[in-house]
């Protein structure tokens, strides 16, 4: 039977769930010192990250997270959580989307679902799906993983 887990009382690694397990993360807070690292580390420099005039010019309320920071920030929170600790190899993301923006002060945290649990020769194959939310639960971003 698929349970359902939060980082608060428990650590497991994927390759020890079943398919159909979940785990929820603690939150954390994303601050406009990291969009602008994420800027000067990858050359982002979009103003709708960096400016509150940018930002309006382009449509929004304030200044945006980049999507590919909270997800960077989501996989650090299933690291924490332990989910991740025995991964020995990343082999991609599908069926990635931003659904809602995300804005310097939002708290994110990452909900996970086992999908798929294969053995072979190195070890476990496993799948599972991702999202994270925000502080108002809103989904802001999702994907598949391998």
Known sequence: MAQVHREDDWMKPIQTMDVGDRLITKSRV??????ELQALLAGEYAPQFLSEDGARANG????????????????????????????????????????????????????????????????????????IRNQDDQPVGQGHNR
Not at 30 to 35: A, D, N
Not at 96 to 107: N, W
Not at 114 to 119: G, L, Y
């Open 30 to 35: 994303l601050t406009r010192s990291e969009v």
């Open 60 to 131: 929004w309320k304030t200044t945006l997270v980049p999507g590919l920071l909270s997800l960077s920030i989501g996989y650090g929170l299933l690291m924490q959580a332990g989910f991740l600790r025995d991964v020995i190899a990343y082999m991609g993301t599908t069926n990635m989307r931003f659904l809602a923006p995300v804005h310097p002060g939002d708290f994110i945290r990452m909900e996970v679902e086992v999908t798929s649990k294969k053995r072979s020769d190195k070890g476990w194959l496993c799948e599972y799906d991702w999202t």
